[in-house]
């Protein structure tokens, strides 16, 4: 819900403030950057998680690891996998280390603070 319960100090030397006023307060929180991607594209084999990445119409098992999951994206470390990454969310079951795919349609994007990539369904 990115809402957190806060106590804090807020100096008043000019008497402005008064109880029961209502402000916004902005919080940067400095952290590593993460992907979100969408559950679907989360795979399991016995080494771990991993997702299916599209690259020159080659299929690519690239290995992730799951930092959070939410109901609507998986957030993920991963040296193999960038913002710009096609990732796979349907049809996995049949797909294969440097099976050639083809494009059906687009749909959808894999989100970063970086930069915004699309997802395909092959």
Not at 13 to 41: C, H, K, N, Y
Not at 56 to 67: D, L, M, Y
Not at 80 to 103: C, P
């Amino acid at each position: 819900s990115r809402t957190l319960l806060v106590q804090g100090r807020v100096p008043n030397e000019d008497d402005q403030l008064r109880a029961g006023m209502a402000f916004s307060v902005s919080l940067t929180f400095v952290g590593e950057a993460l992907l979100a991607i969408p559950p679907l594209a989360v795979q399991w084999s016995s080494d771990g998680p991993f997702v299916w990445t599209v690259r020159e119409g080659k299929t690519h098992q690239v290995t992730v690891e799951i930092a959070q999951r939410n109901s609507d994206s998986v957030l993920v470390l991963s040296e193999g996998l960038t913002a710009a990454d096609v990732v796979v969310t349907e049809g996995v079951q049949t797909l294969r280390e440097g099976g050639d795919v083809r494009e059906v349609n687009r749909s959808g994007s894999v989100q970063s603070d970086a930069a915004p990539a699309e997802k395909k369904t092959l």
